[in-house]
Structure formats: structure tokens, C-alpha cells
Nanobody
Framework: QLQASGGGLVQDGDSLRLSCAAS????????MAWFRQAPGKEREFVAA????????YYADSVKGRFTISRDNAKSTVYLQMNSLKPEDTAVYYC???????????????????WGQGTQVTVSS
């Protein structure tokens, strides 16, 4: 079970940090990711991290502004979002997958577990 938190209403250029806590230990082969869905749009990939490695992956739209990280001891994945823009407004979901691969981490269908979503609203 995944529990996401940290969303809110901020202004253009502000920062937010999202958290996603897992109810149990996360195995090293898991991918953990963040997706987002804006009103009227499909859910899209934001960032991913392979739990047992240092490698991180980002959508082009957030590269250089967002950072995904993990805390092994807390089984928690974070998404630090800097220089937020109005187009970042969406519901953000965390996801976890044991079947996810390097070729599929950006597809939501490759993840088994989903958090409940947290709203991020960026005003201009």
C-alpha cells in the first residue's frame, strides 16, 4: 500500500516536496515512480527510480526542475519539485512495480501498486 502526501496550492516558481510511503519494505528490484494527471488529460509519467540503484529517470518536461529520491529506511520515495509552473498542475500519483523494466518504466500499466493521489495546483 502506498500513501502519497505533500500536495498543495503554490505560486508560479515555488517549490513542493511530495512523499510516498510504502506500508512495507521495498525490494531492490522495484521501480518506484511518480505520474500525474491534469484535468481532461491522460495520466503521464513524471519520474522513476529503481529502488536498489542510484539511477533516476525523468520526463523531458520536468528534467532539471524535479528530483526523485528515496529513503530506504523509511520505505519512502520523494519528489522534490522546484520552479513549478502552472502547467505542472495535476493530481500526482506514486506507483510501485516489481515487473517494471527499463523499457517500460514510463508506462503506467507496468506498475502494480498505486497511491491515492495528491493535488498540486500552481497559480500564475
Amino acid at each position: 500500500q502506498l500513501q502519497a502526501s505533500g500536495g498543495g496550492l503554490v505560486q508560479d516558481g515555488d517549490s513542493l516536496r511530495l512523499s510516498c510511503a510504502a506500508s512495507g519494505r521495498i525490494a531492490s528490484n522495484y521501480f518506484m515512480a511518480w505520474f500525474r494527471q491534469a484535468p481532461g488529460k491522460e495520466r503521464e509519467f513524471v519520474a522513476a527510480i529503481r529502488w536498489g540503484s542510484r539511477y533516476t529517470y525523468y520526463a523531458d518536461s520536468v528534467k532539471g526542475r524535479f528530483t526523485i529520491s528515496r529513503d530506504n529506511a523509511k520505505s519512502t520515495v520523494y519528489l522534490q519539485m522546484n520552479s513549478l509552473k502552472p502547467e505542472d498542475t495535476a493530481v500526482y500519483y506514486c506507483a510501485g512495480g516489481s515487473r517494471t523494466m527499463l523499457s517500460t518504466y514510463h508506462f503506467d500499466r507496468s506498475y502494480d501498486y498505486w497511491g491515492q493521489g495528491t493535488q498540486v495546483t500552481v497559480s500564475s
